[in-house]
């Protein structure tokens, strides 16, 4: 897939980051993630799924801010990972006005609500403090258009898998994104929930 198709200003923002192209397995990922199918990305390390996701999300959200509700959530294992991730996106939405919110447990949950509410477009959460945020009303999620998991095989810990299930219940629809190196049990009893129609995309398929 040619970065021509994609969103201008995404595209500039590539251009920026010295990506002139994307590699063979994100050429297969990216039309099926911009298409709006629930997907399993299935890849090792160094793949380019992540960055794959990024320019899913970006494009799917116009590269600009609207109104007040975050319409992408990408779930990650930790307070680390998310401020990783959190500055992965930095480097591809800096001529946008896209709002990014890094939720993790380690940080005072009332100040949460209070960064929150004023308006963010993707915010990059862990399971626990998303799950607990929703449930306390402190993030609305009723506009979602994308929710993602990254970095997947950490679900089998710390009721994180169960998380997802309730917070599944709680959107409506939306797309679905999991992002892994490997195909584990837990990811896969998502098929059974709100992967029933997921596309998996391996890399060596």
Do not use: W
Not at 119 to 126: C, P, S
Request: charged fraction near 25%; include cysteine; aromatic fraction near 10%.
């Amino acid at each position: 897939m040619s970065f021509k198709k994609l969103h201008p200003l995404l595209k500039e923002s590539l251009n920026h980051a010295g990506f002139e192209t994307s590699n063979a397995f994100q050429k297969k990922v990216l039309p099926i993630l911009k298409g709006g199918a629930d997907t399993y990305v299935i890849a090792p390390k160094g793949s380019g799924k992540t960055t794959a996701l990024i320019i899913a999300t970006i494009h799917k959200l116009k590269a600009a801010a609207f109104e007040d509700s975050p319409r992408a959530i990408i779930v990650v294992k930790d307070k680390t990972d998310a401020l990783a991730l959190k500055e992965k996106f930095e480097r591809f939405t800096k001529n946008t006005d896209l709002r990014l919110y890094a939720l993790y447990d380690e940080y005072e949950i009332e100040k949460q609500k209070t960064e929150i509410y004023p308006g963010q477009d993707i915010v990059i959460a862990t399971p626990a403090r998303l799950s607990k945020l929703y449930f306390l009303n402190g993030i609305h999620l009723g506009e979602i258009q994308l929710f993602a998991i990254e970095d997947a095989d950490y679900l089998g810990r710390n009721n994180a898998y169960n998380h997802m299930l309730r917070l599944s219940e709680s959107l409506t629809k939306c797309q679905y994104v999991i992002v892994a190196d490997e195909m584990n049990s837990k990811i896969k009893n998502y098929q059974n929930a709100f992967m029933s129609n997921a596309r998996i995309l391996y890399r060596n398929n």
